[in-house]
T-cell receptor
């Protein structure tokens, strides 16, 4: 079983819908949680960065972390066709040094005009 | 704003050849990470450097080696290339190893 589980989709929703993307994880030592957006043949782009539990909002994006359930979510409001991409959750432990990120498989999202 | 620069963008090599991928991190970022991403796969961690010292090692084959230089740029050297090495190779950097990474656009390696 992978440390981080993410439904690969694909997920297809109409423009303007609220999108919910989720990941579960098994390593309770993870403290830093991130969401990346990756367009085809491009590098992952950092969208949201959260430390420990709680919510974080940035424009149309909201990230939630529930450490008790080992569950993180990304919500996209008023979704746009330009949001169509693969969304990867990622997380890491709080150790010193260059601690690796562990990624989910990525969810392929399509927003239909 | 400056981003992570990777070169080359595309590389085609034959089996058993050698390839060198370069990464130039964002200025003042002292941490570099290398990831390999196969088609439809999530990025797999290869190796990382913090302040020019190897910090963590993932599923990197013995045929691969990497280093970080005094100017913080990093190179990934891949020898005895195999067809299965065909993938996107991403470099990422972060400041003080504490924050989210910024990824480069990647090098697409094709081994034929």
């Amino acid at each position: 079983q992978k440390e981080v589980e993410q439904d690969p989709g694909p997920l297809s929703v109409p423009e303007g819908a609220i999108v919910s993307l989720n990941c579960t994880y098994s390593n309770s030592a993870f403290q830093y949680f991130m969401w990346y957006r990756q367009y085809s043949r491009k590098g992952p782009e950092l969208l949201m960065y959260t430390y420990s539990s709680g919510n974080k909002e940035d424009g149309r994006f909201t990230a939630q972390v529930d450490k008790s359930s080992k569950y993180i979510s990304l919500f996209i409001r008023d979704s746009q066709p330009s949001d169509s991409a693969t969304y990867l959750c990622a997380m890491r432990e709080p150790h010193q040094g260059a601690q690796k990120l562990v990624f989910g498989q990525g969810t392929r999202l399509t927003i239909n005009p | 704003a400056a981003g992570v620069i990777q070169s080359p963008r595309h590389l085609i090599k034959e089996k058993r050849e050698t390839a060198t991928l370069k990464c130039y991190p964002i200025p003042r970022h002292d941490t570099v990470y290398w990831y390999q991403q196969g088609p439809g796969q999530d990025p797999q961690f290869l190796i990382s450097f913090y302040e020019k010292m190897q910090s963590d090692k993932g599923s990197i084959p013995d045929r691969f080696s990497a280093q970080q230089f005094s100017d913080y740029h990093s190179e990934l050297n891949m020898s005895s290339l195999e067809l299965g090495d065909s993938a996107l190779y991403f470099c990422a950097s972060s400041p003080q190893a504490l924050y989210g990474y910024t990824f480069g656009s990647g090098t697409r390696l094709t081994v034929v």
